[in-house]
């Protein structure tokens, strides 16, 4: 894909070949994510950072990544606070904040929603999340860190990969995107494991099918995480429920913890979450006694997120291949953190 000035709005619009520039890109990133160097080729660009849902990691990370290409960030969260709650469409509001800004990241409740507003507006549009329906750059993102584990493990190949994603896999767009991007891959090996009314939607399965890969379907966790590279865990998307008590019907139905990991998963099998993993005690999808567990790769699934976002915004911007020359060292205190 041409990917200067493009809107990134779902994961069909890459091929394997993208993929590895976004990857390559990213890797590039490093430097400057973990503060060894600074670099100002986005100076004085402007992202307009609109979140309309509930959000911590995607729009601080996104956010984050702009400034760490030196752009500034402008945010606008929740309906309340925007022209929306005065009726406005995404027509209007897009035609208008495309003259405000260079980039728009939007995540909104409605499936189909970004694709609209950005079919209005003048500057390219990511896709923070929209409704039920997709979730690209956390796709690439977790592609990022499976790639990444997978070769910390002394494997190089993304090919003959076998994951499981656990949960609510018919409202989370995080497992859609995933699996539409893991299509452009071989010989995949992908365990749906969810309650039956939760079921990844017909139309994606069909998909993994149709790229030739191995699809199972299981409404039981312990035995099916037994052979798998990655156990992907996800949250019951409990806001795309008709009520809280809908909801609570399945919360805490997979709950992994240290001693299932133990009994059931190989030694190297990866534990990843697109976080937030819900905490309570009804819940506890991921329990905290997996914190020290090598294989638990939330953290570093969530610090890959800078990266690969700092990524978009150097090819959508065209200046992946300028961001070194605006470069320094850092010359602030620094921990080491990464
Ligand atoms: C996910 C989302 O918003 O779809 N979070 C995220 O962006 N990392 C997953 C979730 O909210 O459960």
Redesign the pocket.
């Known amino acids: 894909m041409k990917f200067s000035g493009s809107h990134i709005l779902s994961i069909s619009q890459f091929d394997r070949n993208d993929i590895e520039r976004v990857f390559e890109v990213a890797d590039r990133m490093v430097p400057y994510a973990h503060r060894q160097r600074v670099t100002k080729v986005l100076d004085g660009a402007i992202l307009g950072n609109m979140f309309f ?6 729009r601080v990370s996104f956010g984050c990544a702009f400034n760490l290409l030196g752009g500034e960030v402008r945010e606008t969260t929740g309906f309340e606070t925007s022209a929306i709650a005065k009726g406005e469409s995404l027509y209007d509001t897009a035609r208008v904040l495309s003259g405000y800004s260079d980039v728009i990241v939007m ?1 909104h409740p409605v499936s189909g929603s970004v694709a609209e507003f950005a079919a209005a507006s003048r500057v390219p549009v990511m896709n ?2 929209d409704g039920a329906n997709e ?1 690209p750059s ?1 796709a690439l993102l977790d592609l990022y860190t499976i790639r990444k584990e997978l070769q910390h493990q002394g494997r190089s190949d993304l090919d003959g990969l076998r994951i499981a994603m656990i949960g ?1 896999l018919k409202y ?3 497992v859609h995107s995933l699996c539409k991007l893991l299509c452009l891959y071989k010989n995949v090996t992908v365990t749906l494991i969810s309650p039956d009314e939760l079921k990844m939607p017909e139309a994606i399965v069909e998909q993994l099918r149709e790229a030739g890969h191995t699809v199972q379907e299981s409404d039981v966790m312990e035995g099916s995480i037994s052979k798998v590279d990655i156990a992907y865990s ?2 019951i ?1 409990e806001e795309r429920f008709a009520s809280p008590a809908e909801a609570d019907l399945y919360r805490g139905r997979y709950r992994l913890n240290q001693a299932i990991y133990t009994r059931y998963c190989e030694p190297n099998t990866v534990i990843m979450h ?3 993993r ?1 905490s309570r005690t009804e819940a506890n999808e991921l329990d905290n006694d997996l914190n020290d567990n090598p294989n638990l790769a939330i953290f570093r699934q ?1 610090d890959n ?1 800078v990266l690969v976002r700092m990524a978009l915004f150097a090819l959508t911007l065209d200046v992946a291949d300028q961001v070194d020359k605006a470069a320094r060292d850092v010359n602030w205190y620094t921990e080491r953190r990464f």
């Open positions: 849902e509930p959000s911590t990691r995607t995540r923070g999340g979730h956390q609510d989370g767009r995080t996800t949250r998307q697109p976080l937030p819900d969530a997120g």
